[in-house]
């Protein structure tokens, strides 16, 4: 009997009522044969939903199939990458992917930019606006993690110390918060920073151009923010490693074409072994592994 061949299958488990259509259409541009959408997803969803894809297939198949984790909520998030790996046995397992609205990809492209352009992170004061977000406590601990000395903002206090004690436990490094109500107080807290990193909301302006522009000291700054006002004033969206009143700058474009190249190599890892788990750190070292544009 003739047997087609085995089709790469990919789980997406998204915490959102709906599924994210940008991510299924990653999957597919990323090599994934077929994607299995479902929404709404809660911890509790992920035993039958992933007995289902590991038990119609062999052990040795099971590297044609995996599972992403998306959804705009990244507590929910990690709690189905949890629930996933407490699901599996011995051979019974598939590789599995964090990303949930972007966060891991996101803030791991944007980590790499500085890596490359600062060299050696060690002993360097590093500023992230927004730091208790998603992205921004990612993006922090990564940086932490080799070896930056790094201070979040937050608009309330309590919360900044709450997101720099859970990121010091996981990634480990120097992390520090400080409160940043308004744009007139960035000055201030970009005081001996060499890196500043905005993950600030949408259409919201964080950073004046005169708190950063030839600032003494200050080497990157990155953007996150694509839609206007920009996060930080004087950057442009498209901005890939344009040098700015004596900064090198990216936008949110200019690290968004990265982050999509990080996003679909992780996919595409994905089906080369069963065993994978893809959250911040180990994106992180296959975005390393990419040869440069």
């Known amino acids: 009997m003739y047997f087609p061949p085995m089709k790469k299958l990919l789980l997406q488990l998204d915490s959102s009522r709906l599924a994210s259509v ?4 990653v999957a597919y541009d990323a090599g994934a044969d077929e994607v299995l959408s479902y929404g709404g997803i809660v911890p509790p969803d992920v035993r039958d939903l992933i007995y289902g894809l ?3 297939r062999g052990p040795r198949d099971l590297a044609h199939s ?32 964090l990303d949930s609205n972007g966060s891991n990809t996101t803030a791991v492209a944007a980590v790499v930019k500085i890596i490359e352009t600062m060299r050696d992170m060690k ?21 932490a ?11 309330r ?14 990634f480990g490094g120097k992390v520090s918060c400080v409160e940043m109500r308004e744009p007139s107080q960035a000055a201030g807290v970009l005081e001996g920073a060499n890196v500043l990193l905005n993950c600030g909301p949408a259409g919201v302006m964080m950073i004046p151009r005169a708190a950063w522009a030839k600032r003494p000291g200050l080497a990157v700054a990155i953007d996150l923010n694509a839609a206007p006002p920009l996060g930080i004033e004087g ?28 996003h679909k190599e ?4 994905l089906f080369t072994r069963n065993d994978l788990i893809l959250d911040a750190e180990t994106i992180h070292d296959v975005a390393t592994g990419l040869p440069k544009a």
Do not use: H, W, Y
């Not at 901005?239 to 190249?261: E, I, P, Q």
């Not at 992780?266 to 890892?269: K, Y």
């Open 22 to 25: 940008f991510d299924r259409v």
């Open 54 to 56: 590991i038990f119609t």
């Open 66 to 97: 995996a599972v992403f984790i998306g959804g705009a909520d990244i507590n929910v998030g990690d709690a189905i990458l949890t629930a996933a790996q407490e699901v599996f046995f011995g051979a019974f397992r598939v590789s599995l992917m």
């Open 123 to 143: 002993g360097k004061r590093a500023v992230v606006t927004a730091g208790t977000g998603p992205v921004g406590t990612r993006a922090a601990g990564l940086l």
């Open 145 to 155: 993690k080799a070896g930056a000395d790094v201070l979040i903002t937050s608009r």
């Open 157 to 170: 206090g309590p919360d900044g110390e709450r997101a720099a004690r859970a990121i010091i436990a996981r």
């Open 235 to 262: 950057i442009d969206a498209n901005d890939t490693s344009v040098v700015r009143d004596g900064v090198t700058c990216f936008g949110a474009l200019g690290v968004g074409n990265f982050k999509m190249r990080v």
């Open 266 to 269: 992780c996919i595409a890892q």
